[in-house]
T-cell receptor
Framework: DAGITQSPRHKVTETGTPVTLRCHQTENHRYMYWYRQDPGHGLRLIHYSYGVKDTDKGEVSDGYSVSRSKTEDFLLTLESATSSQTSVYFC?????????????FGPGTRLLVL | QKEVEQNSGPLSVPEGAIASLNCTYSDRGSQSFFWYRQYSGKSPELIMSIYSNGDKEDGRFTAQLNKASQYVSLLIRDSQPSDSATYLCAVISDSNYQLIWGAGTKLIIKP
């Protein structure tokens, strides 16, 4: 993994509770992304950040919020978790949005909402 | 809506044979194409990128791109059991530089 960690790696929570997932990078990359991965859907972008305090929505942003107060940290918050948010969450980073710049992924967080 | 389509598989290939994985995309303006490999329970890792029509070879892997047909493929020669994984095709949208992902093809290499 390209200097990307995610915490927690596993979490079980109950419907209606808030949950925050953390992504930490040591690569000083400007761009950070949160994806969710579900069977049959591949990876779907939730939110992304293009700098400190600069974020934008992805295709499945409803029910999620993000924050980036430092270059190295990107937080994903489920304000009130629902069972439909049970998924594997991946953080990714890239140096730029250039069309030839790939993304590197963290190890993932498995979230189960009961 | 821009889409990337892959056969979900599983695709079963004998050890030592050539595995052929296919991907089609809907956005004609796409210029960049990636193949990622994902082992069960792990994160995706980049194995090939291709930007021009034709073939690009890297060791046992060959990526093929045909923009006219909106088709990209990945060939794995001399398949090994360690190649058993899910292969994800990803395409960069030229409108917002976001990666659009296929759902992946599960490849099983049988010894």
């Amino acid at each position: 993994d390209a200097g990307i960690t995610q915490s927690p790696r596993h979490k079980v929570t109950e419907t209606g509770t808030p949950v925050t997932l953390r992504c930490h990078q040591t690569e000083n990359h400007r761009y950070m992304y949160w994806y969710r991965q579900d069977p049959g859907h591949g990876l779907r972008l939730i939110h992304y950040s293009y700098g400190v305090k600069d974020t934008d929505k992805g295709e499945v942003s409803d029910g999620y919020s993000v924050s980036r107060s430092k270059t190295e940290d990107f937080l994903l918050t489920l304000e009130s978790a629902t069972s439909s948010q049970t998924s594997v969450y991946f953080c990714a980073i890239s140096e730029s949005p250039d069309s030839q710049e790939t993304q590197y992924f963290g190890p993932g967080t498995r979230l189960l909402v009961l | 809506q821009k889409e990337v389509e892959q056969n979900s598989g599983p695709l079963s290939v004998p050890e030592g044979a050539i595995a052929s994985l296919n991907c089609t995309y809907s956005d004609r303006g796409s210029q960049s194409f990636f193949w990622y490999r994902q082992y069960s329970g792990k994160s995706p890792e980049l194995i090939m990128s291709i930007y021009s029509n034709g073939d690009k070879e890297d060791g046992r892997f060959t990526a093929q791109l045909n923009k006219a047909s909106q088709y990209v493929s990945l060939l794995i020669r001399d398949s090994q059991p360690s190649d058993s994984a899910t292969y994800l095709c990803a395409v960069i949208s030229d409108s917002n530089y976001q990666l659009i992902w296929g759902a992946g093809t599960k490849l099983i290499i049988k010894p």
